[in-house]
């Protein structure tokens, strides 16, 4: 099967870095393309940069959709942007890594903790959180202020930080698991896991792994209703490339 | 005071109705701007249309915060699309019509009903309703199938279906409020009004009073965590309007 | 408009306070009647003092139902005492600061923290939160141990106080807003917004403010329901002033 | 033991009824007080009833606190109206009947509904639901559009009212247990669990029940926070009975 | 009446224990029976301890239902196991300790806190606060590292360390009311009764009361839905004991 | 990988359908052990089943643990039985069939709907619900009144009625998804999926397909707390092959 990994954000670096994760992390037979649009954000650390992100996004999966053939979509931000929107524009299943780490941390821990970037986005963590459903089963969100792109800076650097938050969260928070909260992080969830005792969820594996189960399952994005194809209407002024 | 209101679809006739329904309800001191984007979606009825009006939109307030002098803005669309991220690009209170709406129904009325377009937003407005926080307050929402240029070209024919899901809804749902859901909708509220015994809310109008409220009251966006200014970065490929 | 604004308890030299901070917030052309009842408890602090202010909160209402012509009521004590049945006597709106001043701050701010008087009441904030319905958005209750009268009293203070609790939940408890959470606090946000970064809400401004815009509007208290005219019936040994 | 049940509206021939229903579910040894208060509402259908009657029902809870010698106080309307306002006043417990009832059908039945009076009353015991925390297990609330004097009036009526009610809440609503939902009502609930084979809920009855389970077990109100005593200071112009 | 209290798990010195507590709080005329199964754990401290207890306990229920008769059951241990089983197999109620504490202790206080014994039954008792419902009335849960034989072994080391947990609990975090959770420490309540001024819930005391509540208002569980005596069907290989 | 799939209940043709299933929906390099206990309930129905069916659900997994060699273990029956002890008793990760068909849903879904078997077991399932989290995403559950066995017995008639259901919540109900809720419902799925418009999930497969991601995800159930290993103690007259 293919899937094809989306990073949103405009940083080609990084973009390797998801793509080493998703294919580390997919079965054998699983081809991942993995790309990032050409405009957009360099990274995405609010509600603006996402926003500003979701028209590229768009425009790499309707690409594909007339062009190449994939089995499913992963957007890979924590935020999860733009999921219902490329849910009306295909029928092939749309997975956002976020939903996907914190279902999947719910089967084999009680309360789980993302260490995640920076302050501003507790708010977009939370109601996010909310539309998951798994408010219950949160231990904490950890915010060590670190951007994104220090990730791709200084490697050693952050991976000592996120050691530490994760074992705070443990030891203070009641944590039994812990969720890497940013697809800048793919990578780091094999050094953590190291150094603590209770499992490290990379976000962007966890959502290649959904898509697998559920292009394996045969099942398609239900189109009856919430998730129809868009109405038809005119688009002014806006590259056709954005058009379904 | 000034007041910008935005309708982040690219459809001018519907835009003169909400610029007639805001400065219907606005104070005499009160300047209203009305405007859309010059490019995007004519009209917002999915998640895909949202996301594709947004940059327009962003354009649009952008474009105010360097040129012009307003005290607020209002987003006209009932989907509340790309609020928190105009929150971001701005300290002036910027204001959704659903919320206002919601909010304002809640002080006259134990329960309100939203009538809105078809059934596909369904999903879209419970979201958005648990965002704000009363749902313990819907009677329900009322999908009749319209679509939103139907209001633009049938007044009559709107304007009975919309009375006959008022009627319907207060004796059967117990509601004792109605929410006209759809910016496009604007105008019927009066109309409404005359042939229900409940209160009727015309959403563009509770923004408006809402945002006169704060421009009154002297507060401002909170720049310290959620809605902070965006990060400095670079935005590949992106027009220069659409950066902060 | 005429907004009729009534303090529960029997402390004049509030009333006087809470009419600065309404008649100093309000439109030009609003007229603000500022009154308290002759009767009652000469402060709020606990459920029983409450219940023992909505009689003579209700004669005041009643007594301008049937003599003078306003045109909306207010409230002015942060717990919101006896709303549901006054609205049961009136088709004009009737408003509460706690809930004005909480749906306002969700319009500016991602988090509101409510900075109020002593540890007892917090129970009876708490609920109220929860009818309101933005519990998701409350970041703490702060409880000094101040008593009502200590606002008539030591103004300096109290002022003291009031910015030091503000800046610790600003930096603690990840508020971005903070409400004043009393009617004797009347007159202090404008002293608190001068030493904080983030927007402060006078309660009493703020009902205000919702109660203008509902009028402005033209909506009226719904009658169909929860909030029907009384039913006739006997009230033994009761002043006639207090029935409907 | 000695429980004081006080009815807090002023139809005596109610109070008998309620006296019956107590007393006939009590333990031998526990002797039942049941009074009205003389002034106040002759029956309570609505928030503004429920004001109305709270002055009297403090008094009457003030005399015996003063005068006699009880053990535990039960608020005999299915509003438990003022009920945080006595537990200030007192050390002994006081419960109310619907939370009483409520708490009991949890233990028998998977889900309850409650059977009550006129439909205005629906918010009043939908909030009432929320405060209790019972709401993921009720059925539904039928409100067949009763007063509360037809009760004395009608009693054949009434009570095939009630028991088609019963009937069609366990067929349509998937009711396991029903609660009678009205004072007025003691005295049906023998009727019509002759005619359902579900468990049927005399509130006054629950009520007395808990009561009998608190004083035996020796636990008092706490008084460390929401329900310390009030707080001394003045009262203007009310009379020295309604003052702790 | 007759109450059969059974201890769940096979520590005969524990069902003693319960049988003083039941017994001291019990009325007069009330016989309490109280056994524990002949095999099973010796204790219950997790998921799987619950699960090998319910056996055990199912069989001593149906010996009884065959044998003796008896008015209720009451389940003594704090993660009120297999209650739902039990209602199946029964038509007279069937009480769990957990629920009945936290219940009760709603009537008398406004937030309360549960001291119990291991931080890993933790989640165990947050989902079953969240099935009785009253999670916005819970201060804390604290878990002091005991375990359940520790209160066999060492009743004054016990002691102090669940009155110094109280006094914390009612110092930092609001609470109002402690519930001892652990059928294990029936006995304490006395005891740390004695050293704070809020309320202390023995959790067996409580069930037992609720028991005679129910019984003595004649009410049984509902055989509509829910808790309908089991299907009739094959147990392969399991002591006919076991089988209703 | 090695998956040991276990059927709670004790009737060997539904554990060959579910078998199947299991088989069907895997890699080709996942091998399926399917089996089921030999004592036990013959089907599992209601709550007295389902704790019936826990000890050899048990014992099932104790033998594998220490006899073969398996990655991790899916247990196939709607309720998920047993799974938190299961999950104290290994590293592996232990799925729940209904927890897991109820996640994936999400993913391609806005609201799903169950069909499941009789309604006696509707509050299991909202129990059940409410601890996944997923209640927002409930379009309805469906109870046709089929019993496990039926499945087995008459294959043409259920496929009948789960098709007739399926097609009235799509209409109804506003259902996006269909979960066949009943590992006596597999291989259902397929026929139902032929007749429908919208994805059918499959509870067993979707159970696998989760195992197979965490397996290859290389993350074990979290030891720290919630699910750490059981206490070591005396398990009185109980077979020692149900002991860790």
């Given at each position: 099967?293919?899937?094809?990994?989306?990073?949103?954000?405009?940083?080609?670096?990084?973009?390797?870095?998801?793509?080493?994760?998703?294919?580390?992390?997919?079965?054998?037979?699983?081809?991942?393309?993995?790309?990032?649009?050409?405009?957009?954000?360099?990274?995405?650390?609010g509600?603006?940069d996402?926003?500003?992100?979701?028209?590229?996004?768009?425009?790499?999966?309707l690409?594909?959709?007339?062009?190449?053939k994939?089995?499913?979509?992963?957007?890979?931000?924590?935020?999860?942007?733009?999921l219902?929107?490329?849910?009306?524009?295909?029928?092939?299943?749309?997975?956002?890594?976020?939903?996907?780490?914190?279902?999947?941390a719910?089967f084999?821990?009680?309360?789980?903790?993302?260490?995640?970037?920076?302050?501003?986005?507790?708010?977009?963590?939370?109601?996010?959180?909310?539309?998951v459903?798994?408010?219950?089963?949160?231990?904490?969100?950890?915010?060590?202020?670190?951007?994104?792109?220090?990730?791709?800076?200084?490697?050693?650097?952050?991976?000592?930080?996120?050691?530490?938050?994760?074992k705070?969260?443990?030891?203070?928070?009641?944590?039994?698991?812990?969720?890497?909260?940013?697809?800048?992080?793919?990578?780091?969830a094999?050094e953590?896991?190291?150094?603590?005792n209770?499992?490290?969820?990379?976000?962007?594996?966890?959502?290649?792994?959904?898509?697998?189960?559920?292009?394996?399952?045969?099942?398609?994005?239900?189109?009856?209703?919430?998730y129809?194809?868009?109405?038809?209407?005119e688009f002014?002024?806006?590259?056709?490339?954005?058009?379904?």
């Amino acid at each position: 099967m293919k899937i094809k990994v989306i990073n949103p954000n405009t940083t080609p670096e990084m973009t390797k870095d998801i793509y080493t994760s998703a294919h580390c992390f997919s079965r054998p037979d699983t081809e991942i393309l993995c790309v990032n649009p050409e405009r957009g954000p360099v990274t995405i650390e609010g509600f603006y940069d996402e926003y500003m992100a979701i028209p590229g996004l768009i425009e790499e999966l309707l690409k594909t959709e007339k062009e190449a053939k994939v089995d499913a979509y992963v957007v890979a931000c924590f935020g999860d942007p733009g999921l219902y929107a490329l849910r009306e524009l295909t029928e092939k299943p749309v997975i956002g890594i976020a939903e996907s780490a914190m279902m999947l941390a719910t089967f084999v821990a009680g309360k789980f903790s993302i260490v995640t970037i920076m302050p501003r986005i507790r708010m977009m963590l939370e109601e996010l959180i909310q539309r998951v459903g798994v408010g219950h089963r949160l231990a904490s969100i950890r915010t060590p202020n670190l951007t994104v792109l220090d990730f791709m800076r200084d490697f050693e650097g952050c991976k000592k930080i996120l050691i530490q938050e994760a074992k705070d969260t443990i030891e203070k928070d009641y944590a039994e698991a812990i969720i890497l909260g940013c697809a800048g992080m793919a990578g780091f969830a094999t050094e953590v896991q190291k150094e603590v005792n209770v499992p490290v969820f990379d976000a962007v594996a966890s959502a290649v792994k959904i898509a697998e189960a559920l292009v394996d399952m045969g099942v398609k994005t239900s189109k009856v209703l919430s998730y129809k194809f868009p109405e038809k209407k005119e688009f002014k002024g806006m590259p056709s490339l954005l058009q379904p």
